[in-house]
């Protein structure tokens, strides 16, 4: 009898002993598993932090462009340049209107002829500058070219606007119509001045 409840004592401690083993097994199977799970969102975090940052490589376009244009300028300035200047204008001149051919079979019946009319059109012209080499230059050079010029192109205009009065009759002259005007003012800028005059010839 002794011999059969230390046997059963025996048995029991053992198997006490399997299921805190087996505990134990299965807690360091949890630990296992929270570990690799906060791997994972840890992870993900940094993958997300990396798209959300922005790179140098990244940076918007027109920023960069801008900062192109400014070192070129930067650059440019404080050298010796080569530069013309074009004007556009809109004249007036005065063409023989054409007669009619009412006009003509009159002419030819009554054996008079009648007086010659006249009426305005405008054309376009462009005007360019001699070239011009500015040392230590500065953008405020092409302005004071353009102006420049400008002043010389305005004296020929008002010329023309003069030679175009005294050919229409008085009555039909309109000096705020039959006017000069400079449509466009624009200066190139040239590092060489064969390359400024290449350049001009085209226009």
Excluded at 52 to 76: D, G, H, L, M
Excluded at 141 to 156: G, L, N
Excluded at 177 to 199: E, G, L, M
């Amino acid at each position: 009898m002794k011999y059969l409840i230390s046997t059963i004592l025996i048995i029991l401690f053992i198997s006490c002993g399997n299921d805190e083993t087996r505990i134990k097994e299965k807690e360091l199977e949890l630990r296992e598993r929270e570990l690799k799970l906060k791997e994972e969102e840890l992870k993900q975090k940094a993958t997300e932090a990396e798209k959300t940052t922005p790179s140098r490589n990244n940076s918007p376009a027109p920023i960069q462009e801008t900062v192109q244009n400014k070192e070129t300028q930067n650059n440019t300035v404080g050298l010796t340049k080569y530069l013309y200047v074009l004007i556009e204008t809109l004249e007036p001149k005065v063409v023989t209107k054409p007669k009619s051919v009412q006009e003509q079979e009159n002419e030819l019946k009554n054996g008079v002829s009648f007086p010659v009319k006249k009426e305005v059109k405008f054309e376009s012209f462009v005007h360019i500058s001699d070239i011009v080499e500015v040392k230590n230059f500065k953008e405020d050079d092409k302005f004071r070219a353009i102006d420049k010029f400008e002043k010389t192109v305005r004296q020929k205009l008002s010329w023309t606007d003069y030679e175009v009065k005294n050919q229409i009759p008085p009555d039909e002259y309109f000096a705020d119509i039959y006017k000069s005007n400079i449509s466009d003012r624009k200066c190139f800028v040239f590092d060489t001045y064969a390359a400024a005059s290449k350049s001009a010839v085209k226009h």
